[in-house]
């Protein structure tokens, strides 16, 4: 390519007419071809500067542009020639950026650069930028020179306070054979879900290192030993009403079975916020009973022995949380006489609470 032509496509990158070149070189001595080497350096260094200056209405963002803080930013410009990029703490710093830089990646279809930095808008503040391009000049002293464009500002602005979402009890928990069942609503203005976990709790009271009772209240840490007495996570959409459980667990249900009352204490937090602790929504006092499965199995036995003339033992869980609605099965065994011997039988008993005083029907089979 001859010189002429290389000043025709420096100034033609940017929609400039090529007499504007010529205009540079018109004063100067004449080489063999007609035109002077200084002539020549001084029109496409001009060339180059055109270009520099047809970038800055060109380049976006925009000069004191705002993003939101953590959203990646794109930073481009239409050129011919490659682009870096280069972003800053202050302008005095963008020929060392502090912040992030790197070449701009040609865009499809050709003729625009791009950068795309999430390091420019981790944190909120004002951030400077501008963008580079390296040029060989003929003829000159120093025939690669970069250029920079003007500095331009980004204004990293930090999210607005939103209000986090809360959870409100639709009504008072209630002690089912699942565990604890309570209703919950998640109140959400960022519409952002309720995410939390329910958790039971209790202590034994020790006397000598043993428990002789269980408490939801704590005493001093050497006369109580804290249990954690069943848990379970759950996340509810915004403004949506549901009802979790938060199950007894079996270090709790074997308390259960040896002291037929388990206080409990229930608490409800909000998680779901990284690097925050729960945040508590509800706390409660609760008494898990344990039903007389004792009088069940005897009053089984009864009907046993009335209706079919045979006696027979029965045996039921220990450990059932006296709740309407609880269902459990009971095992009738025996003997009954046929022919000249015994045969012996076991029967299953479904047991249903039908109200929260303790009282049952059941059906064999």
């Known amino acids: 390519m001859s010189r002429g032509r290389a000043k025709a496509w420096a100034l033609a990158a940017v929609g400039v007419s090529v007499c504007l070149a010529t205009a540079f070189v018109g004063s100067a001595p004449a080489d063999t071809d007609g035109t002077s080497a200084a002539g020549l350096c001084s029109a ?13 209405g060109k380049l976006s963002p925009a000069d004191g542009a705002t993003v939101r803080v953590g959203t990646p930013v794109t930073f481009s410009a239409p050129s011919s020639i490659a682009l870096s990029f280069a972003v800053a703490s202050s302008p005095g710093s963008i020929s060392d950026p502090d ?17 795309t930095s999430t390091k420019a808008t981790a944190i909120a503040r004002t951030v400077y930028w501008a963008a580079t391009f390296t040029t060989t000049v003929s003829g000159c002293e120093e025939p690669t020179i970069t250029y920079t464009t003007p500095v331009r500002a980004l204004v990293i602005q930090a999210l607005p306070y939103s209000e986090p979402p809360s959870l409100r009890l639709v009504n008072e928990p209630q002690v089912t054979g699942g565990g604890v069942a309570l209703t919950l609503l998640c109140q959400s203005p960022n519409g952002s879900d309720c995410q939390g976990v329910g958790s039971l709790s ?23 030993k804290a249990i954690a007495a069943g848990s379970t996570t759950f996340s509810l959409a915004p403004g949506k009403t549901a009802t979790v459980v938060v199950p007894v667990s079996r270090v709790a249900q074997r308390l259960l079975a040896r002291f037929r009352k388990l206080p409990v204490a229930l608490t409800v937090s909000l998680t779901g916020t990284a690097g925050a602790s729960p945040a508590v929504a509800a706390e409660r006092r609760l008494v898990i009973a344990a039903l007389d499965t004792r009088r069940v199995a005897r009053s089984i036995e009864r009907t046993i022995r009335a209706q079919k003339r045979v006696r027979a033992r029965v ?7 006296q709740a309407k609605g609880n269902t459990f099965t009971c095992w009738a065994t025996g003997s009954v006489r046929h022919g000249a011997s015994r045969v012996p039988f076991r029967t299953p008993f479904s047991v249903r609470q039908t109200d929260s005083a303790g009282d049952v029907d059941y059906t064999s089979g």
């Open 99 to 115: 912040i992030d830089s790197g070449p701009g990646v040609e865009q499809p279809g050709g003729d625009t650069y791009a950068f």
């Open 202 to 224: 209790t202590s034994e009271r020790l006397k000598d290192g043993h428990a002789v009772a269980v408490q939801a209240r704590k005493r001093a840490p050497s006369l109580t």
């Open 315 to 321: 045996q039921c869980p220990h450990d059932v949380i």
């Open 44 to 56: 496409e260094g001009a060339a180059a500067e055109i270009i520099e200056k047809s970038l800055v």
